[in-house]
């Protein structure tokens, strides 16, 4: 089993900056994966980006050059540097890892956090 717990959402300002936390607990081996996605009021949960256990990350054309992933493997816990925040940007963001277990790899979601851009 895997709990993943976000932190770090809240109200800012456009152009402003925030960065969000997920932790990760349980009995897992290692996490492989580890993603944020983020669903807007109407639309359906999109990606954000994805970083791999060696740290490299892919980004979303959306948010490329604005966000970056980081992860520390060592903490079990990932961040997403958000800035020059963007009225669409606004959304609840999910947490998303693939634990890997003795009997192979799992999924879990947190519970998602709400992120406002406006003035």
């Known amino acids: 089993q895997v709990q993943l717990v976000e932190s770090g959402g809240g109200l800012v300002q456009p152009g402003g900056s925030l960065r969000l936390t997920c932790a990760a607990s349980?009995?897992?081996?290692?996490?492989?994966?580890m993603g944020w996605y983020r669903q807007a009021p109407g639309k359906q949960r999109a990606l954000v980006g994805i970083?791999?256990?060696?740290?490299?990350?892919y980004y979303a054309d959306s948010v490329k050059g604005r966000f970056t992933i980081s992860r520390d493997n060592a903490e079990n816990t990932m961040y997403l540097q958000m800035n020059s925040l963007e009225a669409e940007d606004t959304a609840v963001y999910y947490c998303?890892?693939?634990?890997?277990?003795?009997?192979?790899?799992?999924?879990?979601w947190g519970q998602g956090t709400q992120v406002t851009v406006s003035s």
């Open positions: 349980g009995s897992f081996l290692w996490i492989n994966d």
């Open positions: 998303n890892a693939k634990p890997r277990f003795l009997g192979g790899e799992g999924e879990a």
């Open positions: 970083i791999a256990r060696g740290r490299d990350a």
